[in-house]
């Protein structure tokens, strides 16, 4: 990509899902343990939260796409997304709320999620926008399937969260995804220096 405005754009879509994922899937494996601070009613809740969750991996995509066409000047683009994004979740909201109440909302949420992907999709195409799906499934996968052994091994969700991100991290390094510059800016952005400072794997792993 030679345009600056389609690189940065990348850019900030995989730096954004690098840090979204393994959180989303870390907050998985936690879920019960966050629900259960607000009442053990809330315990239920935690098959909607699932889908919720599996939504922040389409939204960076489309919301970049939408930025993207919006900085083009394609205003009609950005109208489109908004459209087929909210049209089918509202009409999803009111067929499956009454039946199905906080599933069913998450659910509705996901949907609308997910038609707002498709033609955001389609808008990059007509953009000229190139997306690198080989990335972004290896930047997807490799956390959600970290997070799948543990829950099925059933490991205490801290060591979960542990394997999550240092093995996520540690392999977006070694298949390039990312590089330890753009793990410094994360961590930087983020002020978790300090935090880091300490954590002896991890200054490893960036070579401090």
Known sequence: MTDDRKRLTWKGIKLVLVIIVPVAVSLFLCSKVILGFFGAEFLAADRALALLLASVVLIPIAKGIETLAYAYGRYRYVLLIGLVTNIPRVLLYIVL????????????????????????????????????????????????????????????????????????????????????????????????????????????????
């Open 97 to 208: 709320v009454p039946s199905y109440g906080a599933d069913g909302a998450a659910l509705a949420f996901l949907g609308g999620t997910l038609t707002g992907f498709i033609c955001s999709v389609i808008v990059a195409s007509r953009i000229g926008m190139i997306l690198f799906w080989k990335q972004i499934s290896l930047i997807v996968f490799l956390p959600v399937g970290i997070g799948v052994a543990s829950y099925l091994l059933q490991l205490h969700w801290v060591l979960g969260i542990v394997l999550v991100f240092s093995v996520s991290f540690a392999g977006y390094l070694l298949l390039k995804i990312i590089t330890r510059r753009e793990i410094k800016e994360i961590i930087s952005s983020l002020r978790l220096g300090p935090l880091v400072e300490k954590v002896w794997p991890v200054k490893v792993l960036l070579g401090d």
